[in-house]
């Protein structure tokens, strides 16, 4: 079975510096699919980035980017000019692409941002 | 769109009650999931579907049943409440193809098994 693992239950940054939140994943699959998801105090789940893992490429989305390593199996999300509003609960998830395409999700990093 | 709508958002019960959760989507997604979100564990997926008239089990589905008679509906049933279902229920929904399309969430409903 695939798992999902965050290291860092709580983060904290300057307001407008970078942070990177950490992410592991354990598969035996070559077809899968990876996303962060943003989950705020309103506890509405956002998309915030997606990668597919036959991409070499690092998905990137504004101040928002990943660091893809699938040999080491690692997905760690990176976010630049840190504003108040990403202050938040980031959860990374795995996605198999077949089947049902159940998600499988870390347990979460507390992101504070400081101003 | 309303996108995913969770009925209700907060419930309390005693223990033994039972209750029926509603998930719906207007999005004419194939898909549909139920998860709990519990503090520190993250998400775990209850049951799922991948059409009407049919649902899966999932990581934590005991306790729980679902049904889904309509393609926009998926309810999540208690048969027989107990404290530990104490929890944030997430419904959400997605297309079948392409892969890479990502699930769309509802709001969540706060239960607290008394």
């Known amino acids: 079975a695939q798992t999902v693992t965050q290291s860092q239950p709580e983060m904290s940054v300057q307001e407008a510096e970078t942070v990177t939140l950490s992410c592991t994943y354990d598969t035996s699959e070559s077809d899968y699919y990876l996303f962060w998801y943003k989950q705020p105090p309103s506890r509405q789940m956002i998309l915030v980035i997606r990668?597919?893992?036959?991409?070499?490429q690092n998905a990137t989305e504004n101040r928002f980017s990943v660091n893809f390593q699938k040999a080491a199996k690692s997905f760690s999300l990176k976010i630049s000019d840190s504003q108040l509003g990403d202050a938040a609960m980031y959860f990374c998830?795995?996605?198999?692409?077949?089947?049902?395409?159940?998600?499988?999700f870390g347990q979460g990093t507390r992101l504070t941002i400081n101003p | 769109n309303a996108g995913v709508t969770q009925t209700p958002k907060f419930r309390v019960l005693k223990t033994g009650q039972s209750m029926t959760l509603l998930c719906a989507q207007d999005m004419n997604h194939e898909y549909m999931y139920w998860y709990r979100q519990d503090p520190g564990m993250g998400l775990r997926l209850i049951h799922y579907?991948?059409?009407?008239?049919?649902?899966a089990k999932g990581e934590v589905p005991d306790g729980y049943n679902v049904s889904r008679l309509k393609k926009q509906n998926f309810l999540l049933g208690l048969e027989s409440a107990a404290p530990s279902q104490t929890s944030v229920y997430f419904c959400a929904s997605r297309v079948a193809r392409p892969s890479y399309n990502e699930q769309f969430f509802g709001p969540g409903t706060r239960l607290t098994v008394l």
């Open positions: 579907s991948v059409g009407e008239g049919t649902t």
């Open positions: 990668q597919e893992a036959y991409k070499q």
């Open positions: 998830a795995y996605k198999t692409g077949q089947g049902a395409q159940k998600l499988v």
